[in-house]
C-alpha cells in the first residue's frame, strides 16, 4: 500500500524473482518484528513460550504474503509492456517502474484505465492464489476449511490436520489471515490500498475532471467507518488506527486540492 519509493540504504537486501529485481528495506524485517512481538506477554506479564517460533514464522509468513502480493502487480505490469521492480518497507510494498512513480500511478499515460484496474486488482488475486493453495495443503493433509459468513469479521474457519505440528498451524493460521482477512480488506475503496487505486480509475473514468476529488471523499467516509468498526466491533487498535490515519491523510489531500494543489498527481 506504498505509494513513494524508499530511499536505498547499504543494508537493503536484493535478489531476482521471475526475473523481477525486488529490494527489501530494512525497516521492513524492524516493523515485522515490532508487530510479530506484540502479543509475546500473557495476562500476567510472562513471556509466551512460543515467541521465538511465533516470531519466525510470522517474519516468513509476512514476507511470503507480501511478496507474491506484489509480484501479482509486477507480472501484470510486465504484461503490458513496462519494466516492474518490487520493493519492501515497513508493513507494505510496491510494484514500481522506471517509466513513473509505482502501480498505482499511469506512468506518462502510457496505461489505459482498464489495464490499471487489471495491474491493482492482481495484488489481491495472487494473495487469494496463496490462500487457495495453502487450503489445498490443509485437505491434503487432512485438516478442513469452509468459509462461513456469519463468522465476522474473517468469513471462514479451518480445523488443522490430526497431531500437526503447532508450527505447522500457525504458518497455516498466518497465511490464510493475511491472504484472505488482510486481501479483502485491502480491496476496501480507501486510498492508497489495491480498492481505492480502482476507485479512483472508475470515478475518474466517468468524470476526468472531479474523479479524484469523490474519490478521496469516498476514501475518507469509508476509512473513518472502518476505523470506528475497528475499535468498536473488532476491538483492533492497529487497524482503527491504520485506518484513521488513512482518512485524515486522503482528507488532507482533500484541502491541498481545495487550496489549488494537484492532489499527488505526477504527470
Known amino acids: 500500500m506504498l505509494s513513494f519509493e524508499p530511499q536505498r540504504t547499504a543494508y537493503d537486501l536484493h535478489f531476482q524473482l521471475a526475473g523481477i529485481p525486488v529490494r527489501v528495506h530494512p525497516l521492513f524485517w524492524l516493523a515485522a518484528l515490532i508487530l510479530g512481538t506484540s502479543g509475546s506477554w500473557d ?28 509480484l501479482g502487480h509486477s507480472l501484470v505490469i ?16 510496491l510494484a514500481i517502474t522506471d517509466e513513473g512513480s ?5 506512468a506518462a499515460a502510457r496505461r489505459t484505465p482498464q489495464q490499471q484496474i487489471l495491474i491493482c486488482l492482481a495484488g489481491p488475486a495472487a494473495g487469494f492464489v496463496l490462500a487457495t493453495a495453502t487450503v489445498a495443503l490443509l485437505i491434503l493433509l487432512g485438516g478442513r476449511f469452509q468459509f462461513d459468513l456469519a463468522d465476522f469479521p474473517f468469513f471462514y474457519k479451518f480445523q488443522p490436520p490430526p497431531n500437526a505440528a503447532r508450527p505447522l498451524v500457525i504458518m497455516i493460521h ?11 480488506v485491502n480491496l476496501l475503496p480507501v486510498l ?18 472531479n474523479g479524484l476529488v469523490h474519490c478521496l471523499w469516498l476514501s475518507v467516509i ?22 484513521a490515519s488513512l482518512a485524515a491523510s486522503n ?3 482533500l484541502q ?12
Open 43 to 70: 495476562a500476567a506479564g510472562q513471556v509466551d513460550p512460543e515467541a521465538g517460533m511465533r516470531l519466525l514464522i510470522w517474519t516468513g509468513v509476512l514476507f511470503v504474503s507480501i511478496l507474491v502480493h506484489e
Open 78 to 93: 510486465r504484461y503490458f509492456g513496462q519494466t516492474p521492480r518490487i520493493v519492501l518497507y515497513m508493513l507494505g510494498g
Open 102 to 106: 509505482g502501480f498505482g500511478y499511469r
Open 174 to 184: 498466518g497465511l490464510l489471515f493475511l491472504n484472505i482477512f488482510w486481501g479483502l
Open 192 to 209: 492508497p490500498l489495491d480498492g481505492g487505486q480502482v476507485a479512483r480509475e472508475l470515478f475518474e473514468m466517468s468524470d476526468h475532471r
Open 222 to 243: 469509508t476509512g473513518a467507518a472502518v476505523a470506528v468498526a475497528s475499535w468498536v466491533l473488532l476491538h483492533s487498535v492497529f487497524m482503527a488506527l491504520l485506518f
Open 251 to 253: 482528507y488532507m489531500t
Open 256 to 267: 491541498q486540492i481545495s487550496a489549488g494543489g494537484t492532489g499527488g498527481r505526477p504527470w
